[in-house]
């Protein structure tokens, strides 16, 4: 059979024919697909809900002090409770946590160390729509927010907030602030519990370095939020139970012309032409206050000392509680006044402050703080005794170290079933020159210290009241008399009152009830 030229070009253009209306059907096809969707698009866009929450959330313009809102009450995020059932109420508070999915959001809010639950959710009535819960979803973390909402009682505790009978419904939303998108800490991150049976959850941690490079953001945690608010109760306490007692609240110097303590731990600073110190301790003006016929006095405030060592005892400035009175007859009076003083303390902070140290307790696991009234006294013998029984090689003279402490307050929680007591009748030679030595045993002294959970908190001593005796003493631990301090110097005898002292370190008195 023979082909002849013609045909064949007219078959090669059958099949180029087809290829290209191939190749333009399927371009067809793409572009009614495209068509189509975009259709699809423009008709959702036409037929999608107006914003009905239009009005009702957003970012709030710059506070500038305008006097808007002025008469808007708000209330705290610790008061909201059943009590407040289906009443509508304005909180202002950190978006702590947030998470929307479809029609609605649920978000953490968290005031101090409060948190409640919020949810936004897509209702007519209350005229809540779907952009106002992207928009809640969308806060960035740590976002001052104002919500507007209703309060109800939950089915079942909200076990994640501390306001766990009632969560919020949210009605307006504002954003006041904006935090940054990333931030460098997560505040659920800073306040996981040091232990967890959740091996996963230990494995998050926030390190030292990263807290205090960030110290904002670290102090938002309950613990830290709760832990300075027991800061504050311990010296609101200490100040109110004192002055009910009579005792008269002083300023003492913190720039002094000579080291108040007569060691060498203290900081030496440039005063205009000569040198200063920075005070040791008030005891020297307390001293004198009650040579002035103050009868009973005490202070708080700033206390130095240049202790070069890397521990939570031995701190280069901390807040003192001192005090200091006169007895009549014995210093156990003393003694009497500042068992009683810690004990109403104790049980204050314990009625007082139970939120806190619960908030502090969900970090740190805290033990109940046991004690006595009236509070266990020994004397420094019968704890030589315990500890030698105990195994510990220890001298009737020597000082205790901070592993002896440690094992004597495990040994008297053991025995006694307290975490506080007080040891008396320390060694003279390990107390300052101004302790009055025992009358019956001269190697024994007229001095005091207060433990907590096996740590030293505070120590105190009757003082020397004779001038003659108090100078021989202070020559005795190497004080020159140009170095004497001018209050020994009065002329006559001024110095002629009974007293006794104590000095604590009241964030070791914090840490040690906070354990």
Same mark, same amino acid.
């Given at each position: 059979?023979?082909?002849?030229?013609?045909?064949?070009?007219?078959?090669?253009?059958?099949?180029?024919?087809?290829?290209?209306?191939?190749?333009?059907?399927?371009?067809?096809?793409?572009?009614?697909?495209?068509?189509?969707?975009?259709?699809?698009?423009?008709?959702?866009?036409?037929?999608?809900?107006?914003?009905?929450?239009?009005?009702?959330?957003?970012?709030?313009? %710059?506070?500038? @002090?305008?006097? +808007?809102? #002025?008469?808007?009450?708000?209330?705290? /995020? &610790?008061?909201? =409770?059943?009590?407040?059932?289906?009443?509508?109420?304005?909180?202002?508070?950190?978006?702590?946590?947030?998470?929307?999915?479809?029609?609605?959001?649920?978000?953490?809010?968290?005031?101090?160390?409060?948190?409640?639950? %919020?949810?936004? @959710?897509?209702? +007519?009535? #209350?005229?809540?729509?779907?952009?106002? /819960? &992207?928009?809640? =979803?969308?806060?960035?973390?740590?976002?001052?927010?104002?919500?507007?909402?209703?309060?109800?009682?939950?089915?079942?505790?909200?076990?994640?907030?501390?306001?766990?009978?009632?969560?919020?419904?949210?009605?307006?939303?504002?954003?006041? @602030?904006?935090?940054?998108?990333?931030?460098?800490?997560?505040?659920?991150?800073?306040?996981?519990?040091?232990?967890?049976?959740?091996?996963?959850?230990?494995?998050?941690?926030?390190?030292?370095?990263?807290?205090?490079?960030?110290?904002?953001?670290?102090?938002?945690?309950?613990?830290?939020?709760?832990?300075?608010?027991?800061?504050?109760?311990?010296?609101?306490?200490?100040?109110?139970?004192?002055?009910?007692?009579?005792?008269?609240?002083?300023?003492?110097?913190?720039?002094?012309?000579?080291?108040?303590?007569?060691?060498?731990?203290?900081?030496?600073?440039?005063?205009?032409?000569?040198?200063?110190?920075?005070?040791?301790?008030?005891?020297?003006?307390?001293?004198?206050?009650?040579?002035?016929?103050?009868?009973?006095?005490?202070?708080?405030?700033?206390?130095?000392?240049?202790?070069?060592?890397?521990?939570?005892?031995?701190?280069?400035?901390?807040?003192?509680?001192?005090?200091?009175?006169?007895?009549?007859?014995?210093?156990?009076?003393?003694?009497?006044?500042?068992?009683?003083?810690?004990?109403?303390?104790?049980?204050?902070?314990?009625?007082?402050?139970?939120?806190?140290?619960?908030?502090?307790?969900?970090?740190?696991?805290?033990?109940?703080?046991?004690?006595?009234?009236?509070?266990?006294?020994?004397?420094?013998?019968?704890?030589?005794?315990?500890?030698?029984?105990?195994?510990?090689?220890?001298?009737?003279?020597?000082?205790?170290?901070?592993?002896?402490?440690?094992?004597?307050?495990?040994?008297?929680?053991?025995?006694?079933?307290?975490?506080?007591?007080?040891?008396?009748?320390?060694?003279?030679?390990?107390?300052?020159?101004?302790?009055?030595?025992?009358?019956?045993?001269?190697?024994?002294?007229?001095?005091?210290?207060?433990?907590?959970?096996?740590?030293?908190?505070?120590?105190?001593?009757?003082?020397?009241?004779?001038?003659?005796?108090?100078?021989?003493?202070?020559?005795?631990?190497?004080?020159?008399?140009?170095?004497?301090?001018?209050?020994?110097?009065?002329?006559?005898?001024?110095?002629?009152?009974?007293?006794?002292?104590?000095?604590?370190?009241?964030?070791?008195?914090?840490?040690?009830?906070?354990?």
């Amino acid at each position: 059979m023979v082909v002849s030229e013609e045909q064949v070009a007219v078959e090669g253009d059958a099949a180029t024919s087809k290829k290209a209306a191939k190749k333009a059907a399927k371009a067809a096809e793409k572009e009614q697909k495209k068509a189509e969707h975009k259709a699809a698009q423009s008709q959702g866009q036409g037929e999608q809900e107006p914003d009905t929450s239009e009005g009702r959330y957003g970012n709030m313009p %710059l506070i500038r @002090s305008t006097g +808007e809102n #002025r008469d808007r009450v708000y209330t705290d /995020v &610790k008061d909201l =409770g059943v009590k407040l059932d289906g009443q509508t109420v304005w909180v202002r508070a950190r978006l702590q946590t947030s998470r929307a999915k479809g029609k609605q959001c649920f978000a953490v809010l968290r005031q101090t160390s409060s948190t409640v639950q %919020l949810l936004v @959710s897509v209702n +007519e009535e #209350r005229a809540v729509s779907k952009q106002m /819960v &992207k928009f809640t =979803g969308n806060i960035n973390k740590e976002s001052i927010v104002d919500v507007q909402a209703l309060v109800v009682k939950t089915a079942a505790p909200v076990e994640s907030c501390t306001v766990r009978d009632v969560e919020l419904v949210g009605v307006q939303v504002w954003c006041v @602030s904006s935090a940054k998108a990333q931030l460098p800490l997560l505040i659920e991150d800073a306040a996981r519990p040091e232990k967890s049976d959740d091996p996963e959850a230990l494995k998050i941690r926030v390190n030292q370095d990263t807290r205090l490079d960030n110290r904002v953001l670290d102090l938002r945690t309950p613990a830290n939020q709760a832990i300075f608010r027991i800061e504050a109760g311990v010296c609101r306490l200490f100040r109110d139970i004192l002055t009910k007692k009579g005792f008269v609240e002083i300023h003492t110097p913190k720039i002094i012309s000579a080291a108040s303590e007569g060691g060498a731990n203290v900081f030496t600073v440039s005063y205009f032409k000569s040198s200063a110190y920075l005070a040791q301790s008030p005891q020297l003006y307390k001293q004198m206050a009650i040579a002035a016929d103050f009868d009973k006095v005490f202070t708080v405030g700033a206390v130095f000392r240049a202790e070069d060592s890397n521990t939570h005892r031995h701190l280069t400035e901390f807040v003192g509680l001192d005090l200091e009175m006169s007895f009549k007859h014995h210093y156990h009076e003393v003694l009497d006044t500042i068992g009683a003083t810690f004990t109403e303390m104790f049980i204050g902070l314990r009625d007082q402050f139970a939120f806190e140290i619960a908030a502090v307790g969900q970090q740190y696991r805290v033990e109940p703080f046991k004690f006595l009234d009236p509070p266990l006294r020994l004397e420094f013998p019968q704890a030589i005794q315990m500890l030698k029984e105990a195994g510990v090689t220890i001298g009737e003279e020597d000082d205790l170290s901070t592993p002896d402490e440690k094992l004597l307050g495990r040994l008297v929680r053991a025995k006694y079933d307290t975490d506080f007591y007080i040891l008396d009748k320390y060694p003279l030679a390990v107390r300052p020159f101004y302790t009055m030595p025992d009358p019956t045993d001269p190697k024994a002294s007229n001095s005091y210290d207060i433990f907590m959970r096996g740590e030293e908190i505070m120590s105190g001593a009757q003082r020397i009241h004779d001038p003659e005796f108090l100078t021989e003493r202070a020559l005795h631990h190497g004080i020159g008399e140009g170095k004497l301090p001018t209050n020994i110097k009065i002329p006559g005898k001024f110095y002629d009152i009974l007293c006794s002292m104590f000095g604590s370190m009241f964030r070791m008195c914090v840490s040690d009830c906070c354990n």
